[in-house]
């Protein structure tokens, strides 16, 4: 069941269509100094976001898997991704998954350590984390 409730959809900007959501969610990243690349969607149905609480959510026509090449890392999209968006960070994160070796893992946290570190760490439930230079994120 989806956790975008009629509630939460009631009080958060919403805006459709591939083109205006690729270019608004460009926007939110850099609003919340994450990088541009970090939320590589394709055929977007459908963005919101509720700015009092930072809730935001993205549906997708189809589940994607998308390597960023300079951190040689695989992660999966779900057709909905959510979580809280913070300065530097989105928490409490659904759809998302990095494979490890064999393995995909679930990913519920993403963090940016400002400078001079300039490293973005995603964190698994259990609490294991791994750390890649911002740079590897950007678009």
């Known amino acids: ?26 926007s939110l990243l850099s609003e919340y100094e994450l990088p541009s690349g970090l939320l590589p969607a394709e055929d977007i149905e459908e963005l919101g976001c509720v700015k009092d609480t930072g809730f935001m959510w993205l549906k997708q026509k189809k589940d994607i898997v998308h390597k960023f090449e300079k951190a040689s890392k695989q992660v999966s999209y779900a057709t909905e991704v959510t979580g809280l968006v913070e300065k530097c960070k ?50």
């Open 1 to 26: 069941m989806s956790p975008v409730t009629p509630e939460i959809r009631a009080s958060a900007e919403i805006v459709t269509g591939n083109d205006i959501c690729k270019a608004k969610i460009q």
């Open 90 to 139: 989105i928490k409490k994160m659904t759809g998302i998954k990095s494979k490890e070796v064999f393995i995909w893992i679930t990913v519920n946290e993403v963090f940016v350590d400002g400078p001079p570190a300039n490293k973005i760490t995603m964190k698994t439930p259990t609490g294991i984390s791994k750390s890649f230079p911002k740079a590897a994120f950007e678009a």
